[in-house]
């Protein structure tokens, strides 16, 4: 009765597909061996020049900036794991999502255990900063991100397609708070239908 009562909610399974699609995303940006920038782009750990000068301290700002965006991929990162064989009581989905984002992710994992679905594949995620507040010492971060989810699909467990539906880049917005214990987390995300970005 629950898994009738959840695809009776177009708008929520087309969000909760996608949401546990794109959590394979993570696996991609985070095992490479290069260090990401600011800017998006990627360079090779230690290649700085031996005449370049000391890394200057980092603002409050852009330590928040870090740490929200480390969570919001170790969110994703966390999805993919535990989309993998659909576990909605992994424990290493808390330390990344609390409130909102960690009930959506945990139902929609929820929802693919009891209808035997898995998540195989390698989405693409791209996350960019798009405020901090407040701006001096910030306690909440916005993350804007264009995922592409076309090659994330569902299976049953017996290793079948569950269907041909091609995934796509989707519009991601997610809120990112610092939690009491000085921790980063993301409290709330929105997914936007196929094409929006």
């Known amino acids: 009765m629950v898994g009738g009562n959840v695809h009776g909610r177009g708008g929520l399974r087309v969000a909760r597909l996608v949401l546990v699609g794109l959590a394979t995303a993570t696996v991609v940006a985070c095992s490479s061996n290069s260090t990401s920038t600011p800017g ?9 020049s031996p005449t370049s000068a000391p890394p200057s301290p980092v ?67 791209n996350p960019q900063v798009s405020s901090v507040d407040p701006q001096d010492n910030p306690t909440t971060v916005m993350i804007s991100d264009c995922g592409d989810s076309t090659n994330s699909l ?31 987390r993301v409290t709330r995300f929105a997914v936007e239908g196929l094409g929006s970005c």
């Not at 909102?100 to 195989?120: C, E, F, P």
């Not at 091609?166 to 009491?180: L, N």
């Open 59 to 125: 603002s409050p700002a852009d330590s928040a900036r870090q740490r929200a965006t480390a969570a919001y991929a170790g969110m994703w990162q966390a999805m993919v794991k535990a989309g993998e064989t659909s576990d909605w009581q992994s424990p290493e989905l808390a330390k990344y999502a609390t409130g909102d984002a960690l009930g959506v992710i945990t139902r929609s994992l929820y929802t693919d255990h009891l209808n035997g679905v898995v998540t195989k594949g390698a989405p693409l995620i």
């Open 154 to 184: 569902k299976y049953k467990k017996d290793g079948q397609l569950l269907n041909d539906t091609p995934g796509g880049k989707r519009a991601i917005t997610a809120e990112v708070k610092k939690q009491p214990d000085g921790s980063w």
């Open 40 to 48: 998006g782009t990627t360079g090779v750990p230690g290649s700085s």
